[in-house]
């Protein structure tokens, strides 16, 4: 009889969740999370959400602050957990650089969500 809560050799599946206390994990190979086949990746994280604002990836420090933010819609921030624009970086201050593609004419640069710069294709 086998127990679903251990993996116990190489292809076996688990349910619950997976706790790793006190020790790292190396992993020689692949890694997939939330998904099944990596696709040709290295690394793969599927979103479980079809929700535009909802976070597909977190990277938070060891004090549990957000660092980097990649959401459903394809929105990065990075110190921010809600980006305004594709790609926005923010300062603990409260300052934040954007690159808005919303336009398809061109992209935008923003410094405060003021627009300072067109890119044209």
């Known amino acids: 009889?086998?127990?679903a809560t251990k993996v116990l050799k190489a292809?076996?599946?688990m349910s619950g969740q997976l706790t790793i206390a006190g020790s790292s994990l190396t992993v020689t190979g692949s890694v997939g999370?939330?998904?099944v086949g990596l696709d040709g990746a290295t690394m793969l994280v599927r979103s479980t959400s079809t929700t535009?604002?909802?976070a597909a990836m977190e990277v938070q420090s060891?004090?549990?602050t957000?660092?980097?933010w990649v959401q459903e819609d394809g929105k990065v921030g990075i110190g921010t957990n809600s980006p305004g624009?594709?790609?926005e970086v923010a300062t603990p201050g409260g300052s934040s650089i954007q690159f808005d593609t919303s336009n398809a004419a061109y992209g935008s640069l923003k410094i405060n969500g003021?627009?300072?710069?067109r890119i044209l294709p």
Not at 114 to 117: D, G, S
């Open 1 to 3: 009889m086998t127990d």
């Open 11 to 13: 292809g076996d599946t």
């Open 33 to 35: 999370v939330g998904g």
């Open 52 to 54: 535009a604002g909802h």
């Open 62 to 64: 060891n004090a549990g």
């Open 66 to 68: 957000g660092l980097l």
């Open 85 to 87: 624009a594709r790609l």
């Open 114 to 117: 003021i627009e300072v710069a």
